[in-house]
């Protein structure tokens, strides 16, 4: 039989019995496997010396070597008639009855391990009294259980009609998609059938051409060669009125010249090369240009509008740009105003010294000095333009594009809810977030959904899909860029198909 201290080390220290299927953690510690998953379901700790476990630490490795000690240990007592039946109201160390409950550990101890080390200062109660107080817990529990229940189970029922609304929607989906790429493929395959047809028709009237001239040329080959072997045959007699007999026959009325002139001159070659014009070399261009006229729906046609003095919208609605010499009147005109210069007559547009009466107010007033031109400078708060669509989206699902090129600053998508660049960074609004681009795009495609409330972004060039946000509907679609102080060449530019 194992000596005390050699019991105690085939022991673990969680249900102080006998290994069954020893794990072993990082820190070198073994338990059961069964006791040590309890145990780390409520803490992460090794129960013995309080190292840290990893969380994927509950997949532990048996410990092969304690496992056969364990079992050779258990045979033993077998073999020496020592291994009693168990009694489930029996200390499994002590051999006790277990009459006593561990408040602490909540667990059933006996009267010695009442007073071993293991259960120092802890709070005890006999098992009959202890029963009451956890009786009641459990029966206050009970309805809270049920609630429970009823909440979970309505839960896991709405979860299962998402789950079908969503089954639904994807198959839904899956045929709006097939829908769609068969118009798609119906469309290309008729046009496919009229190219072809096209060029059928253009290779049959070229071959018609061509075999009507080699028709021609074969006849004339035919004619030739005849002539030549008749020549040939006359010219072998050698009697002269034979020979001027034989030749006579059939050519008395047509003249040498006439006969014998070269008949490969009257022929040409005709060179009908086919040509299906641009359809030749830029046939997948022309068909995507030719698909945007049918494809349903298409990008939205947005015009502008501003309310910004300084802001000239084109007549197409199209682009924004910045009118300078607005602002600059404005400020010199106010300025000139608020100093008490007198004008010759009406309002000039030029400001030299000149379109004002000599010697109505000095150029300096103290020690601050200044010139028309400085004073002349544009107001820093008009440096931003912006404007809205004429559009005002309330339903449904709509997609435009915007070319914003090499602008330093923009901003494009909805009033409170837009795609920002600003010193060569992508930020969104609400909440502002940080966005890192492989590419800087030169259109931004947008794309927003009134019933789910989503606004996407993309890179018109390649449709690579930027973010999506939440969206506030209805809405109209929004634009600023900031322009510089010299009349802007290059816009902002909503793009039309």
């Known amino acids: 039989m194992a000596s005390a201290s050699y019991a105690e080390d085939l022991t673990c220290s969680v249900c102080l019995a006998l290994f069954t299927d020893p794990v072993v953690l990082l820190c070198g510690h073994s338990f059961c496997r069964e006791c040590i998953t309890l145990s780390l379901s409520s803490q992460h700790q090794c129960p013995q010396c309080r190292a840290d476990i990893p969380k994927e630490g509950k997949c532990l490795p048996t410990n092969l ?16 008639g020592n291994v009693k039946e168990v009694d489930e109201w029996q200390c499994s160390e002590h051999e006790e009855r277990l009459k006593l409950f561990c408040v602490t550990d909540q667990q059933l101890v ?4 009442r007073d071993g080390e293991k259960h120092q200062g802890h709070k005890f109660k006999p098992v009959k009294e202890a029963v009451a107080p956890l009786r009641e817990k459990l029966e206050a529990y009970v309805p809270h259980i049920a609630d429970d229940v009823i909440a979970t189970e309505m839960l896991a029922n709405t979860q299962r009609e998402e789950i079908a609304k969503t089954k639904n929607k994807a198959q839904q989906l899956t045929t709006q998609i097939s829908r769609q790429f068969e118009e798609m493929h119906q469309f290309l395959r008729r046009r496919e059938e009229e190219i072809k047809n096209e060029l059928k028709q253009k290779e049959e009237a070229a071959v018609e051409k061509m075999s009507d001239t080699l028709n021609t040329m074969e006849t004339a080959l035919f004619e030739t060669r005849v002539l030549e072997e008749h020549v040939a045959s006359v ?30 001159n009257e022929l040409k070659v005709v060179n009908a090369s086919l040509s299906l014009g641009p359809y030749e070399s830029h046939l997948q261009f ?8 049918v494809i349903q729906p298409r990008a939205e046609l947005l015009s502008l509008k ?14 924004l740009m910045y009118s300078p010499i607005i602002i600059k009147a404005q400020c010199c005109n106010q300025m000139c105003q608020s100093l008490g210069f007198v004008q010759r007559g009406s309002v000039h547009r030029s400001f030299g010294s000149n379109s004002f009466e000599r010697g109505s107010v000095p150029r300096s007033f103290g020690s601050n000095s200044f010139s028309f031109n400085e004073t002349c400078r544009e107001d820093s708060s008009a440096r931003y333009a912006s404007a809205f669509s004429s559009n005002n989206f309330t339903s449904g699902q709509h997609y435009w594009e915007i070319e914003v090129g090499k602008q330093n600053y923009w901003k494009v998508g909805l009033r409170q809810n837009y795609l920002s660049y600003n010193e060569q960074e992508y930020v969104t609004s609400d909440p502002p977030t940080k966005l890192t681009l492989t590419r800087r795009p030169q259109k931004i495609g947008i794309y927003l959904d009134c019933l789910s409330k989503k606004l996407s972004f993309y890179d018109a060039e390649n ?10 509907v209805p809405a109209e679609a929004y634009f600023e860029y900031k322009f510089s102080q010299a009349a802007d060449h290059n816009p902002l530019r909503v793009c039309w198909f």
């Open 65 to 80: 070597s304690l496992k056969s000690l364990v079992e050779k240990e258990v045979n033993k007592r077998r073999e020496e």
């Open 110 to 113: 006996c009267i010695i391990c």
């Open 235 to 264: 010219l072998d007699i050698t009697d002269p009125e034979r020979f001027i007999k034989s030749w006579t026959e059939n050519n008395s009325r047509v003249s040498l010249e006439h006969l014998f002139r070269p008949r490969a």
């Open 286 to 293: 022309f068909m995507w240009k030719e698909m945007l006229q």
């Open 306 to 319: 501003s309310d910004v003095k300084n802001i000239t919208v084109s007549d197409d609605g199209r682009n």
């Open 463 to 472: 449709m690579t899909h930027i973010h999506t946000m939440s969206a506030f």
